[in-house]
């Protein structure tokens, strides 16, 4: 079978996930992050299912804002989100530890992919993500690596595999 969508990375895996080293499916939750969360060596584990590995890359996200209205400062832990026009009023903050600034610009692949909804001609904004989502998720399983990816989390890539 050759996959064409997620849902049949999902059935593939079903029926495969003990040559993974997975025991046992705990459950299914297709609108959460992890998609799945599975026993492997005893201990739950977090998987999410994508298509393209790109994909994935929208799970990061927390917020953008635009550079021509908002600037950036890191005090005591923690990012603020400033008016550039009144650097003195904080429109939302988030924990440095958990989250950090992208700035698309310095990305080596397209911020089409990174930015959900992202337009060519609007300026760059400051793009706040999560630093890491390996707590949640341990592996990403997908049908097609189509990107490099720089988090601690295991991809499983099912297009070079013998599956039923």
């Known amino acids: 079978m050759i996959p064409t969508n997620e849902q049949e990375i999902v059935y593939l895996f079903s029926r495969n996930h003990e040559k993974f080293g997975f025991e046992k499916i705990k459950n299914f939750n297709p609108h959460g992050t992890p998609d799945c969360i599975a026993i492997m060596k005893g201990k739950e584990v977090g998987i999410e299912f994508e298509y393209k590995l790109n994909k994935f890359f929208n799970h990061y996200f927390k917020a953008k804002f635009s550079k ?29 530890k958990v989250y950090e600034i992208w700035d698309p610009n310095k990305l080596k692949i397209s911020r089409s992919l990174l930015i959900p909804n ?13 630093k890491t989502l390996s707590k949640r998720i341990h592996y990403i399983v997908c049908w097609d690596k189509n990107c490099e990816f720089d988090d601690d989390i ?6 070079n595999l013998k599956l039923s």
Request: hydrophobic residues 35%.
């Open 68 to 96: 021509k209205i908002y600037n950036y400062k890191i005090v005591k832990g923690k990012i603020l989100i400033y008016q550039r026009n009144s650097p003195r009023r904080i429109m939302q903050e988030f924990d440095n």
């Open 118 to 130: 992202y337009s060519s001609k609007e300026q760059t904004p400051l793009v706040i993500k999560f």
């Open 154 to 159: 295991e991809i499983i890539e099912l297009k």
